[in-house]
């Protein structure tokens, strides 16, 4: 298992993005009580897209760091 901080530099930006996107779209649960008369098909919408994101950058951040040197 590789630790963050043995990443490389472009892995660690698409990890935290992936985090980013995947916080935002947890985040927007709080929004959708109050918004959900008016926009909900919207909110669903930027919920799946950005969880979607979420997925695909934590995927591939795992893939990059597939070759990393283990530590044992």
Known sequence: MCLRRSLDPKSRRILSAGYLC???S?????FEH???HRYSGLL??????LLSCAIGLLYWSAR?????????
């Open 64 to 72: 990059r760091s597939r070759g990393c040197a283990s530590g044992s």
């Open 44 to 49: 669903t919408g930027l919920r799946f897209v």
């Open 22 to 24: 995947l916080m935002a």
């Open 26 to 30: 947890f985040l927007l649960m709080n």
């Open 34 to 36: 109050d918004f959900s």
